[in-house]
């Protein structure tokens, strides 16, 4: 079963062998509002973990998405690109924004898990 | 109740005027005006124009085939065209324009007057030097007016707007580095900076290292120290920040970041709260930008153009762009190409920066004087302080404490009532208000950043204050309802923003013909 961790800036990650799917969480979408672009990254980019993956704008504020593991991306949602909805209706489904080739698999250890997250979330507002 | 100054609360129209149907589609003195290309008819027009000589054809196979397309219209037409639409247009000589951040205050008309005199208005930049010394001169008080406020030896006065004038303070840094032989990768931005800081950066080639604020609202010094290496060019700092709050540590910033043979760029977009009291010299700032449509009055948000002007230290000095004036013994002289021992860095602009944008504000220095320079950023900070004590019950303010020249609340007034940020600005539109600036910035929640400017008296204020009090008041009697449908009393109520964003519409097209439209 694929495991889904979450970063303290909202990153999600889902995690099928050694490839992470990243997206942002409902609590994300929620705070930005509704989303009108999404930049994506070159398939090939290598991402640091906490570095910049990809830009998400919406009516209230641009801001970025972290990768939440190092990794190199392997894939791209290009539906955002056309239908950046997307992020608000499916956030942790058809919202996805890339996939990630996964550098060191150790570092999952440093993200939350539902639960957590959830603690986490509730801590906030 | 606020009974400040004795009005009560009036429903002149109240919801009933959007109800009120007219056959005209005006509403009294609010016209519905069309846009241009949806008035008038071909042939029609303004002037009577001979028909056109026969003139040889050059144009080949580029010659337009079909009509332009452009509206024809009588002069009386346009001028009530572009009246109207003017007319709909919010602007500081029409009310309170609380715009945090973004200083909109008063533009006095001496600047204009100034500004229209014909041996200033009617120049050319390309005329000979000795026919232009008037203005040389001009230019040259103005650079020895901001110095002087600054307490910096230099001063680049070609950038043109703020951003420009950190592109510019930013390069002259990398300049610097580059005279030492060194490439310093990384630019610290604290999240309290404006968002042109970052952006800046990154353009200059920089790497971003974002500093988390504290919860007094300002840097976090221990964050700050444990980023410094020898990989940092500099920081770029606000200050007053854009939580409207002076940074309390900036001397100590300003030496450790000098400890590491880093350079100190401060904002100083919000300089107008300081001016007269502090230097940004004495605080070890090395390069700042002075926004001239901002701190001294000239005209800005569709009025411009802006000036961002860059004070420099003596460690940049040299670095400057041209071109740049001198005093010899023949009179003022712009200087244009690298001479003595100067590096600059290049230049910024093809001409030397917004001319008429230095008169406006000489002539706000001059007019003022150095007392009522101080007096004026006093008064800003009074004023914000004022709007702050007087909300401070009824709305939530972001941090503890008194405030520079901008209040800054977060939505922990709207919690639970069903009314967002934005409902709340919109319905200051129904009140006669320009909204605050709203969610900016980004550390605070749902912001509303109040800048009321020296501008304002007394009693335009306390006319705002009890508007925004007694909207507090329905948010928290739950008339969220109230909120979600405002503003009322607008030419268009609320706008699709998110279609807007998604789909634009970027121009107009003509109606598709009827018998196409039929099928």
């Known amino acids: 079963m694929a495991q889904v961790k979450y970063s303290k800036e909202h990153e999600w990650i889902r995690v099928e062998g050694d490839i992470g799917v990243v997206g942002i969480s409902d609590y994300a979408q929620q705070q930005l509002g509704d989303v009108v672009y999404v930049e994506l990254p070159a398939i090939g980019k290598k991402v640091t973990k906490g570095g910049e993956a990809a830009v998400v704008e919406s009516v209230k504020a641009a801001s970025e998405v972290y990768a939440p593991v190092a990794g190199e991306v392997v894939a791209v949602n290009d539906q955002l690109t056309a239908n950046p909805a997307l992020i608000n209706s499916s956030p942790q489904g058809d919202g996805w924004f890339l996939k990630l080739k996964l550098a060191n698999k150790g570092e999952l250890g440093d993200l939350m898990d539902e639960a957590a997250y959830a603690k986490f979330v509730a801590g906030l507002s | ?519």
């Open chain 2, 1 to 519: 109740m606020d009974k400040s100054r004795g009005r009560t609360g009036r429903t002149t129209a109240g919801g009933a005027a959007a109800e009120i149907r007219t056959e005209s589609g005006h509403r009294g003195l609010q016209f519905e005006e069309p846009l241009i290309f949806e008035q008038g008819a071909e042939g029609r027009g303004g002037v009577d124009l001979p028909p056109a000589p026969k003139v040889a054809e050059r144009l080949g196979g580029v010659r337009r085939k079909g009509p332009i397309g452009l509206p024809g219209l009588s002069e009386p037409q346009v001028i009530r065209h572009y009246t109207r639409l003017s007319q709909k247009n919010y602007a500081i000589d029409s009310g309170v324009y609380p715009l945090g951040s973004c200083t909109m205050k008063h533009n006095p008309r001496l600047n204009e007057k100034m500004a229209r005199l014909p041996g200033f208005a009617d120049l050319h930049p390309l005329q000979p030097m000795q026919t232009v010394q008037g203005a040389l001169e001009l230019i040259d008080r103005l650079a020895h007016w901001l110095k002087t406020l600054t307490g910096m030896p230099a001063v680049a006065l070609s950038p043109g707007a703020g951003a420009h004038g950190e592109f510019c303070g930013m390069v002259t840094i990398r300049a610097a580095l580059a005279a030492r032989g060194e490439t310093r990768r990384r630019v610290l931005v604290p999240e309290s900076a404006h968002g042109t800081n970052p952006a800046t950066a990154a353009a200059c080639g920089f790497e971003v290292d974002s500093i988390p604020a504290d919860a007094r609202g300002r840097v976090d010094l221990a964050a700050f120290k444990a980023k410094l290496g020898p990989d940092i060019a500099a920081i770029m700092l606000t200050n007053p920040n854009t939580c409207g709050l002076f940074e309390s540590d900036i001397v100590k910033i300003a030496e450790e970041i000098h400890r590491i043979g880093a350079y100190f760029y401060c904002d100083g977009a919000n300089f107008n709260a300081i001016v007269g009291r502090v230097r940004p010299a004495d605080l070890g700032i090395d390069a700042m930008h002075i926004n001239l449509h901002k701190t001294f009055s000239t005209p800005h948000g569709g009025g411009g153009p802006g000036s961002g002007p860059v004070v420099l230290s003596a460690a940049l000095a040299p670095y400057a762009p041209l071109p740049y004036i001198v005093h010899g013994a023949d009179g003022f002289r712009l200087v244009e190409t690298k001479e003595g021992k100067a590096q600059p860095f290049g230049r910024l602009k093809t001409f030397h920066g917004q001319m008429g944008m230095f008169i406006r504000a000489l002539t706000y220095m001059l007019s003022h004087g150095a007392d009522c320079l101080r007096a004026a950023s006093g008064d800003a900070v009074l004023n914000a302080n004022y709007v702050l004590a007087r909300l401070k019950d009824v709305m939530t303010p972001a941090f503890d404490g008194t405030c520079m020249h901008e209040a800054l609340f977060d939505d922990g007034f709207l919690k639970d009532t069903g009314v967002s940020t934005l409902d709340f600005a919109k319905a200051m539109i129904d009140e006669g208000f320009h909204p605050m600036t709203m969610y900016f910035p980004l550390v605070v929640h749902g912001a509303l950043l109040i800048e009321p400017t020296e501008s304002e008296s007394k009693d335009a204020l306390d006319v705002f204050i009890a508007s925004l009090r007694s909207l507090a008041a329905r948010a928290k009697a739950g008339e969220a309802e109230f909120f979600h449908a405002a503003p009322r009393l607008t030419p268009r109520r609320r706008l699709d923003e998110t279609r807007a964003a998604r789909q634009p519409v970027l121009r107009w097209r003509p109606p598709a013909p009827a018998s196409q439209a039929a099928e």
